[in-house]
T-cell receptor, first 110, second 116 residues
Framework: EDKVVQSPLSLVVHEGDTVTLNCSYEVTNFRSLLWYKQEKKAPTFLFML????IEKKSGRLSSILDKKELFSILNITATQTGDSAVYLC??????????FGAGTTVTVRA | NAGVTQTPKFQVLKTGQSMTLQCAQDMNHEYMSWYRQDPGMGLRLIHY???????DQGEVPNGYNVSRSTTEDFPLRLLSAAPSQTSVYFCASIREGKTGEIGEAFFGQGTRLTVV
């Protein structure tokens, strides 16, 4: 059975801090790993990482994929209160099914 | 651009009632999925489809049916609602990546379902 495990489950930081979120996976025939941000409604896409793209960056957010050790990290630098959200990691295991982790709840205090 | 249209936003059902959650996309994506989200459990896959006429079960399919008669539409049917089906439901339409892998998923606005 495919597994996607995110850690920590939640964290609280202050504005300006750096946050590191972890996503480890055990799937057969890995093809892609995706990060999403979810505020009070539907998840919105952040990054997609594959064998041919193991590092992505957009503004204060960046992500890497370690295919050997089977994990990914999402970093948020200089956090702002608008970064408060649930961050979801999802993995496709080569069968067109996207499996999600339980998510990490990030709270950024002013 | 409509993207993914999911209806209704809210629904209250009595135990044993049936209903259909509607999902339509206008992006010509082959891949579509239904998820439910419960507190602390992320998104769990109910059913998915890789194209018109093709559906398959996900992680938690019991109590739900789907069909995919067109590329655009992917309705989810609750056959006989139970309190355990109280949840938030999301439909997703998924772009195919450059080498056939699953790419970015576009989500509907969600349906908050309560079964009493």
């Amino acid at each position: 059975e495919d597994k996607v495990v995110q850690s920590p489950l939640s964290l609280v930081v202050h504005e300006g801090d750096t946050v590191t979120l972890n996503c480890s996976y055990e799937v057969t025939n890995f093809r892609s790993l995706l990060w999403y941000k979810q505020e009070k409604k539907a998840p919105t896409f952040l990054f997609m990482l594959t064998s041919s793209g193991i590092e992505k960056k957009s503004g204060r957010l960046s992500s890497i994929l370690d295919k050997k050790e089977l994990f990914s990290i999402l970093n948020i630098t200089a956090t702002q209160t608008g970064d408060s959200a649930v961050y979801l990691c999802a993995v496709e295991a080569g069968d067109y099914k996207l499996s999600f982790g339980a998510g990490t709840t990030v709270t950024v205090r002013a | 651009n409509a993207g993914v249209t999911q209806t209704p936003k809210f629904q209250v059902l009595k135990t044993g009632q049936s209903m259909t959650l509607q999902c339509a996309q206008d992006m010509n994506h082959e891949y579509m999925s239904w998820y439910r989200q419960d507190p602390g459990m992320g998104l769990r896959l109910i059913h998915y489809s890789v194209g018109a006429g093709i559906t398959d079960q996900g992680e938690v399919p019991n109590g739900y049916n789907v069909s995919r008669s067109t590329t655009e539409d992917f309705p989810l049917r609750l056959l006989s609602a139970a309190p355990s089906q109280t949840s938030v439901y999301f439909c997703a339409s998924i772009r195919e990546g450059k080498t056939g892998e699953i790419g970015e998923a576009f989500f509907g606005q969600g349906t908050r379902l309560t079964v009493v």
